[in-house]
């Protein structure tokens, strides 16, 4: 997959779902809930109980209704990892060289962690794709303007941790174009009504905010 696909994909609501804490045993009935309030994107962190299954699981059960990514990737050996899997993005909560390319080699999308405009542009140099602005408590929008104003204008600012849909009026018009969402959309015990109701208030927040 490349970056215009994925940017494609998440054109009409960019959410990626983070889902830390992600049974395998949930998966099914988590995802489906989040593409029944037409989520494109679902990232399952490595620091989740054989992340590995869920997103292979992810992948079979929903892999041509949404994207799947493996997140809280540190190394390239679980970049392969995330790839056999079936996953077509990875994320991490920092810019290793080493990760990012192993990802543009397997050709996936690379969604690397910055926190400083030097992060940023040495994570464009090494080839990734979008940036995490992580963590966004640290980046708020007068930052994001400020990012926006100097790195180039085809790239996706996608904001990570603390973002409610209180947050993502203030983001869209600093620049951001994609966000991150958390434990305000899905924690470890969630239950899938709990999921679906927290995801509909970020989808009809999104949606208002276009008309």
């Known amino acids: 997959m490349n970056v215009f696909e994925w940017k494609e994909a998440l054109a009409p609501l960019p959410y990626v779902a983070i889902l830390r804490g992600l ?3 949930n998966t099914q009935t988590v995802i489906g809930k989040l593409c029944e309030s037409d989520f494109r994107a679902v990232e399952i962190p490595f620091n989740s109980p054989d992340p590995l299954k869920s997103i ?3 992948v079979r ?3 041509g209704d949404i994207l799947v990514g493996g997140g809280t990737v540190l190394n390239s050996g679980d970049v392969k990892r995330v790839c056999d899997a079936g996953a077509q993005f990875v994320v991490s909560p920092n810019a290793d060289q080493s990760v990012i390319e192993t990802t543009k080699t397997l050709d996936m999308v690379s969604i690397p962690g910055v926190s400083t405009p030097t992060e940023a542009f040495a994570a464009l140099q090494a080839g990734a794709d979008i940036l995490k602005l992580f963590p966004a408590e640290n980046l708020p929008p007068l930052v994001v303007k400020s990012w926006r104003a100097v790195l180039p204008k085809e790239l ?3 904001p990570v941790g603390g973002i409610t ?3 993502i009026s203030s983001y869209l ?3 951001a174009d994609a966000f991150g969402l958390g434990s ?3 924690r470890s015990g969630s239950s899938s009504k709990d999921v679906a109701k ?3 208030l970020f989808v009809s927040t999104y949606k208002s905010l276009l008309a």
Do not use: D, M, R, Y
């Open 23 to 25: 049974h395998p045993e």
């Open 56 to 58: 292979e699981i992810a």
């Open 61 to 63: 059960e929903f892999g």
């Open 156 to 158: 996706w600012l996608l």
């Open 165 to 167: 849909p209180e947050k």
């Open 173 to 175: 018009t600093a620049g």
């Open 184 to 186: 305000s959309l899905f």
């Open 198 to 200: 927290s995801a509909q």
